[in-house]
């Protein structure tokens, strides 16, 4: 399955290879920059991934060897003056709330609205040539709130003071330094570092993976378990070969 919603001046897409979805933004004559009919076609896509039962990993990625420079300054303005309400936060927000995993796989420039979706993913992997920004300082744009506590909750408070007090570009070996990368690979080992991970993800207990997201994202229910699930998980383990999960 392939779908794609946008505009004349780029594209977000959803392409599905068996579990593994990926959302790739595409606009790569603006270094993949966000226009906001490119951030408003986020929530619609992801909210075809959540409903399709075959998708049990999403990779969020940008054409031709960028992952995205942010949003489009043509639309920058309007998206700044809308704040909480914006299309860029509601994009952000649909994917914070995804409830299946999603990786940012990140090469070249991750700048502002960029690092927006980076942060809003689960995991963060990124090439060793990739360049990290945060940038409404230079801009005169105050962060929304809730993009700002998601920052804060990822590198804490000091980090995030800098990174937005100065907007100045980290590299790849201190993004991770400072939490805002979990791994980093040769650039050339990045698309099949993410696939074999998704791979492995999309592979375990579902209802293993989903609860474990909920409950680290500050779900607080009741935990239940599916004794057929542990049942068949344990008996794998021990005859040594792939559980077979139940589908969905």
């Known amino acids: 399955m392939t779908g794609g919603l946008g505009g004349s001046g780029g594209a977000v897409r959803a392409d599905v290879d068996g579990p593994v979805a990926t959302l790739l933004i595409d606009n790569p004559g603006k ?3 966000l226009t906001a009919a490119m951030w408003r076609a986020i929530p619609q896509l992801l909210a075809d991934l959540a409903a399709d039962p075959a998708v ?3 990779v969020v990625a940008g054409a031709g060897g960028t992952f995205c420079a942010g949003a489009d300054l043509d639309d920058a303005a309007a998206i700044a003056a809308d704040g909480e309400d914006s299309v860029a936060v509601h994009a952000e927000r649909a994917l914070a709330a995804f409830p299946k995993p999603t990786i940012a796989r990140i090469d070249g420039f991750c700048v502002g609205g960029g690092c927006q979706l980076a942060v ?3 995991l963060r992997f990124a090439g060793d040539d990739s360049r990290f920004g945060i940038t409404p300082a230079k801009l005169g744009i105050v962060y929304p709130r809730s993009t700002t506590r998601r920052l804060v909750a990822l590198v804490g408070p000091s980090r995030a003071k ?9 590299d790849a070996r201190t993004a991770e330094r400072i939490g805002l990368v979990d791994t980093v690979v040769a650039a050339d080992t990045l ?3 993410v696939r074999d991970t998704a791979a492995v993800i999309a592979g375990r207990s579902q209802l293993s993976v989903h609860s474990a997201k909920a409950i680290i994202d500050g779900w607080d229910g009741p935990v239940r378990q599916n004794l057929t699930e542990v049942a068949e998980g344990i008996a794998a ?8 999960w139940p589908s969905g």
Not at 162 to 170: A, M, R, Y
Not at 237 to 244: C, G, S, T
């Open 31 to 33: 270094r993949n920059a």
């Open 237 to 244: 383990f021990r005859q040594r070969r792939a559980p077979r």
């Open 162 to 170: 800098l990174l937005l007090f100065t907007g100045e570009l980290l």
């Open 120 to 122: 809003a993913c689960d």
């Open 56 to 58: 049990k990993v999403v």
């Open 191 to 193: 698309a099949a570092t």
